[in-house]
């Protein structure tokens, strides 16, 4: 079809105004299931400290009457400790930017705040999720706080050449886990750990894992099979919540915690200590530019590893 001759397009105009949506989309996931399940307590130093203590096992006690009283030796608590790490988020915008007309956000400072504050949650779930040591530090180096993969120890499923962190020292984090070759997750191997957890007095109450070996999860057949409805056409190929032989449990997706891992969790038995809650200061003034930094100061805290446990070296795709 002709155009009719010196039809004026928009090709050719000069001022037509720009068509820029006024919102902004952004799909970057911001859920901390590991963070947002455990305790938050209180610290007072880079060096924070607690203690964990067990009762002696059970025994077949009968004693002889009118006999005399032997004493048994008293084993003492055993202190811990993990080290704080300091994660910061940093932001400075010119004076110039801050004050233009822009599209999605009314103030540019307050919306890079708003993105740095999320930004920094996901980096502090990474960061307690890992296998990362605990490292004092110094002048020149940040203190690094023991992860949940270092802590994990005495309920365990792991490749032949895995070894745990801190071998022999349940408890006493420090070193990083040594991660073996990669095997495909099994309910056999879920199971076992469960039943370690149980049986050094643990009550698990949440399974956590990444994406691919959730999937995995999803497959296990356990003593049920699957249903399908006719009726409204929908087919349940999940699970959430995992019926074991000693009690419930919710079966969460984490994005941040490694995917070769599968965490069998007492929330109640981990929480993060605040040596400085979050907080956002202003930064001295040098320029045409606002600057502003948000950071924490926290440490993981395990308050008895062994009521939790973990399969480790999974394959991850």
């Known amino acids: 079809m002709a155009i009719v001759a010196n039809t004026f397009q928009t090709y050719a105009a000069i001022g037509n105004r720009e068509d820029l949506s006024d919102i902004i989309y952004n799909i970057s996931p911001t859920d901390t299931p590991f963070m947002s399940s455990i305790g938050k307590e ?8 607690w203690q964990t203590d067990a009762l002696a096992g059970a ?12 004493f048994l030796q008293v084993n003492p608590t055993v202190r811990i400790n993990n080290q704080t ?3 910061r988020k940093s932001v400075i915008v010119s004076g110039t930017q801050d004050t233009v007309n822009t599209a999605g956000r009314n103030n540019e400072l307050a919306y890079q705040i708003s993105k740095s504050s999320k930004e920094l949650k996901r980096d502090m779930e990474l960061v307690l999720c890992n296998n990362q040591s605990r490292g004092a530090g ?3 180096a940040a203190r ?17 050449n895995g070894a745990n962190g801190q071998v022999g020292g349940a408890d006493v984090p420090g070193t990083l886990r040594t991660d073996g070759t990669q095997r495909a997750f099994t309910e056999a191997q879920l199971k076992d750990v469960v039943k370690q957890c ?75 200590a605040f040596l400085r809650d979050f907080q956002l200061m202003d930064l001295a003034k040098t320029g045409d530019a606002q600057k502003k930094a948000m950071l924490a100061e926290y440490t993981l805290v395990s308050k008895n590893e062994l009521a939790s446990g973990a399969v480790f070296d999974l394959t991850a795709a």
């Not at 690094?144 to 032949?160: E, F």
């Not at 959430?240 to 038995?269: A, K, Q, W």
């Open 198 to 272: 149980w049986d050094n007095g643990g009550d698990p109450s949440m399974i956590m894992l990444g994406s691919f070996n959730k999937q995995k999860l999803s497959g296990f057949t356990g003593g049920s099979t699957k249903m399908t409805s006719a009726e409204d056409k929908r087919l349940v190929a999940a699970i959430d919540i995992y019926e074991s032989d000693f009690g419930s449990m919710t079966v969460v997706p984490n994005r941040f915690s490694r995917n070769r891992d599968c965490f069998v969790l007492s929330p109640d038995m981990w929480s993060v």
């Open 144 to 160: 690094t706080l023991a992860g949940l993969a270092s802590w994990i120890q005495g309920n365990t499923s792991k490749a032949a």
């Open 85 to 87: 790490q300091i994660s």
């Open 59 to 70: 025994a077949t006690n009968a004693q002889v009457e009118g006999d005399e009283i032997t």
């Open 42 to 49: 209180k610290a007072s130093g880079t060096l924070h400290e």
């Open 138 to 140: 110094g002048a020149a």
